[in-house]
């Protein structure tokens, strides 16, 4: 089973700790430990027991530095265990401000990375070998990856699990987690209008609806007469909400049903976009590689079985 740490110190931020470990558990895939140089360190609201030390770094095949003070001095110990581990070959990722931890080991040297975005420049000023991109969810640099804050940091995990085990996984996690599956690490950050409600909560109806419709030939009209809004305030609503438009959302969720088509059956590549939504397979290969990364086929080969 793949091993997962989270560490901890003092000033940790409760979410940035908790949220890692929920979304790798909801899998059944992983298992998760909680592990510090102190097996007590205080929050800004709690205390909190630490069950394991830094051993167990030297076992994980993963670690998720969680969000902490970007002021908090990391201890020499911290350190050497996370080179120790990136020296074996395991991977390890920040959530926010646990970008400020993994700095310090010098292990970003030279790549670029994320952090919340109000500590962005903060980060670029004190480590400025990194490349600091305040713009983005997440970036995945292979065995380093980092992520912005709060809900990025599930954005994060989710990319993690379907890495791992192929993106029907990483749906199921994303269902008990109540939100939308993975959205693009390089999607804004944050939005400069606040939302007209909390966040999914006026727009997940109709995203469930698009995504059981996905295969339909969709419009733009077509979504809002269901959503019941004009398409100018549909629009508002999924830049607030989603950070995209309702036409590259439905994009994505046809990519993400193709994916788990291409994972799970042998259907060839010309059914699969036709049972998805694109008109031609042209038309999907071309989005699916602007989405994935990847060809219909190479992903077929990496994630099949």
């Not at 940091?153 to 989710?158: F, H, I, K, N, Q």
Request: proline letters at 5%; aromatic letters at 8%; one cysteine or more.
């Amino acid at each position: 089973m793949h091993e997962v740490a989270v560490l901890v110190m003092d000033r940790v931020v409760p979410f940035d700790f908790a949220m890692p470990v929920d979304a790798f558990n909801w899998t059944g895939r992983y298992r998760v430990r909680v592990c510090g140089p102190k097996r007590t360190v205080e929050t800004e609201f709690f205390t909190l027991k630490v069950p394991h030390g830094l051993d167990v770094l030297s076992e994980v095949d993963t670690i998720v530095l969680a969000g902490h003070d970007p002021d908090l001095v990391v201890p020499r110990q911290v350190i050497e265990a996370l080179r120790q581990a990136a020296d074996r070959g395991a991977r390890i990722a920040s959530v926010c401000t646990g970008a400020f931890v993994f700095a310090a080991t010098g292990l970003l040297d030279g790549l670029r990375v994320t952090t919340h975005w109000l500590a962005a420049d903060e980060l670029s000023a004190r480590f400025p070998a990194l490349v600091v991109d305040p713009d983005v969810l997440y970036v995945d640099n292979g065995q380093f990856l980092t992520s912005a804050g709060a809900a990025a940091g599930m954005d994060l995990c989710l990319h993690m699990i379907r890495r791992d085990h192929g993106s029907a996984v990483a749906a199921d996690a994303a269902r008990l987690a109540v939100m939308p599956l993975e959205r693009e690490g390089g999607q804004a950050q944050f939005i400069v209008t606040p939302p007209a409600a909390p966040q999914g909560a006026e727009l997940e109806p109709v995203l469930r609806w698009m995504e059981e419709n996905a295969g339909r030939d969709l419009t733009l009209a077509d979504i809002a007469d269901h959503a019941g809004m004009s398409t100018r305030t549909l629009n508002r609503r999924f830049r607030e909400q989603t950070a995209t438009t309702p036409l590259q959302w439905l994009h994505r969720a046809r990519v993400r049903q193709a994916q788990h088509l291409l994972e799970t059956t042998n259907q060839p590549v010309e059914l699969i976009a036709s049972h998805v939504g694109f008109g031609s397979a042209t038309a999907f290969r071309d989005r699916f590689k602007r989405i994935a990364g990847t060809s219909p086929h190479a992903y077929r080969a990496a994630f099949q079985g």
